[in-house]
T-cell receptor, first 113, second 111 residues
Framework: NAGVTQTPKFRILKIGQSMTLQCAQD?????MYWYRQDPGMGLKLIYY???????DKGEVPNGYNVSRSTTEDFPLRLELAAPSQTSVYFC????????????FGSGTQLSVL | GENVEQHPSTLSVQEGDSAVIKCTYS??????FPWYKQELGKGPQLIID?????GEKKDQRIAVTLNKTAKHFSLHITETQPEDSAVYFC??????????FGDGTTLTVKP
């Protein structure tokens, strides 16, 4: 099993550009999450999904969108990138829900200049 | 909302010594407390977790203690090894299912 796979690993965007961060898991987990990690800070939840077709906002959803068309994939869309979105983004999944026993991907480092 | 404070922010120990990282939380409704280890360039990895109905949990060289009255929980690593060097995060999750993470502790184990 590959676990949770995120692409790309690094990306530089210009202000106003858009992009999609990809996340895929092969563990058949229903619950998936997107977090951002700013330097020296803990993780903050952006969006989450409890199953295909169901998504909900986390603590910091502004400027982002998600979709969940399959159990495996949970892409995060950034529209009109801003410097405040410079961060490391982590995708995670779990079979138990409620943010327990999370499996994380290796992250996407995004810079918006 | 929940507030989680983690201390210290950096910790340096000699190989073989013990390391202790402490987190305090504010919401008495929090009932799940995981600890994650993040190595350089990688995502966090769950190393141990504890629920509010348990006071202590141990897994080989790692243990977590929970004091619900004082609202704090601690990670204890004994017989530290260089491969224990990483950033460690605590988190507290409330009944509503919302997690708050600490800001992390950078642990360095010197050979």
């Amino acid at each position: 099993n590959a676990g949770v796979t995120q692409t790309p690993k690094f990306r530089i965007l210009k202000i106003g550009q858009s992009m999609t961060l990809q996340c895929a898991q092969d563990m058949n987990h229903n619950y998936m999450y997107w977090y951002r990690q700013d330097p020296g800070m803990g993780l903050k939840l952006i969006y989450y999904s409890v199953g295909a077709g169901i998504t909900d906002k986390g603590e910091v959803p502004n400027g982002y969108n998600v979709s969940r068309s399959t159990t495996e994939d949970f892409p995060l869309r950034l529209e009109l990138a801003a410097p405040s979105q410079t961060s490391v983004y982590f995708c995670a999944s779990t079979s138990t829900g409620r943010e327990e026993k999370l499996f994380f991907g290796s992250g996407t480092q995004l810079s918006v200049l | 909302g929940e507030n989680v404070e983690q201390h210290p922010s950096t910790l340096s120990v000699q190989e073989g010594d013990s390391a202790v990282i402490k987190c305090t939380y504010s919401d008495s409704a929090s009932n799940y407390f995981p600890w994650y280890k993040q190595e350089l360039g990688k995502g966090p990895q769950l190393i141990i977790d504890i629920r509010s109905n348990v006071g202590e949990k141990k897994d080989q060289r790692i243990a977590v203690t929970l004091n619900k009255t004082a609202k704090h929980f601690s990670l204890h690593i004994t017989e530290t090894q260089p491969e224990d060097s990483a950033v460690y995060f605590c988190a507290a999750r409330t009944n509503a299912g919302k997690s708050t993470f600490g800001d992390g502790t950078t642990l360095t184990v010197k050979p």
